[in-house]
């Protein structure tokens, strides 16, 4: 039951976010500047500040980082495996799509909000400290995959394509450079961590505004019959995948919680623009968001439950 309380004020924003757009509140263009001030400002003075304050702890969660990167690895393998034998045979665009939005979780806008109110600020830090890990290998396994799955192999162009894009990724630059200040032993002056701290607590609530303005919940039944196994792929397999390989490298409890937490978040916004940006099925992959946000509504709440949280 806690997980339904848990859920439901997540719900209650995110509907909040998508009655200003039906109303006329926010235009399109507002919903850009809402990505973009959460992408370029808040999430870059979170992760820094949370990287930097954890500084030398980092390179202790060995355990974490293992687990956490075999299941971003072996989920797409087994979306891939599942969409050529079965789901999307002989359509090597949409297995491309279904590899790549496996292992792609909605950590920034929908997980971070989540570990907040299921596990409380202890919940918070530990996932941005998670997302810190994660976020590097995140982005390249993703892109590769679906690289991988499109030309059958991959190539040396297509690791210097997701090196180029990870290098520029504001939120990837501010964990790495947070972990290289704190291992230096260069000191922040406080007024600058408090003064991160102040923009990082905007992130809760903007993001889950951000993400009602952007998700698009039309033509939901027909998206059903198509992409229902992606989401289940993501849902279920991802959160169970990192539950298991966390028995083999156990991790201390909350960071165990948050990770399967965060496995189990619906696939990332944003897979649909590098789906664009790759060639893919922009179409297809926009569905994938849209049904597995969806979905967690009752997916979230069950992995909640199985954790034993509350």
Partial sequence: MK??????????????????????????????????????????????????????SLVSHSNLVLAAYAAIIFTPVAA??????????????????????????????????ACMLALGPEGM??????????????????ILCG????????????????????????????????FFVALLGIPVPQFILTSMKLVSDMATGLALIALGLSLEVSGLLPALRRTWHDALIKLFLHPALTWAFLLIWPAPDIFFKVA???????????????????????????????LSTVLSALSIPAWIAILGIG
């Avoid at 997980?3 to 976010?17: E, H, N, R």
């Avoid at 978040?265 to 922009?282: K, R, S, V, W």
């Fill in 125 to 142: 830090e530990a996932a941005s400290l998670y997302v810190a890990l994660t976020m590097p290998g995140y982005q390249i396994a993703s």
């Fill in 260 to 290: 399967v937490i965060l496995a189990a978040m619906p696939t990332a916004i944003n897979t649909f623009i590098i789906a664009g940006g790759m060639g893919l099925d922009e179409k297809y992959a926009c569905e994938v968001v849209a």
């Fill in 147 to 178: 690289e991988a799955v499109m030309s059958g192999r991959i190539t040396r162009e297509s690791l210097a394509r997701c090196a180029a894009r990870v290098t520029r990724n504001p939120l990837v630059l501010s964990c790495v450079l947070g």
């Fill in 3 to 56: 997980g339904f309380y848990i859920i439901l004020p997540l719900a209650m924003v995110i509907l909040l976010g998508m009655a200003l757009r039906a109303k006329g509140f926010f235009s399109a263009d507002d919903k850009d500047r809402f990505a973009r001030l959460l992408y370029w400002v808040v999430l870059p003075a979170m992760f820094f500040r949370n990287t930097y304050m954890a500084g030398d």
């Fill in 80 to 113: 891939f495996v599942m969409a050529a034998a079965v789901t999307h045979r002989g359509d090597r665009m949409r297995q491309a799509i279904s590899a790549m939005a496996a292992g792609r979780s909605n950590n920034v806008y929908l997980g971070l909000p």
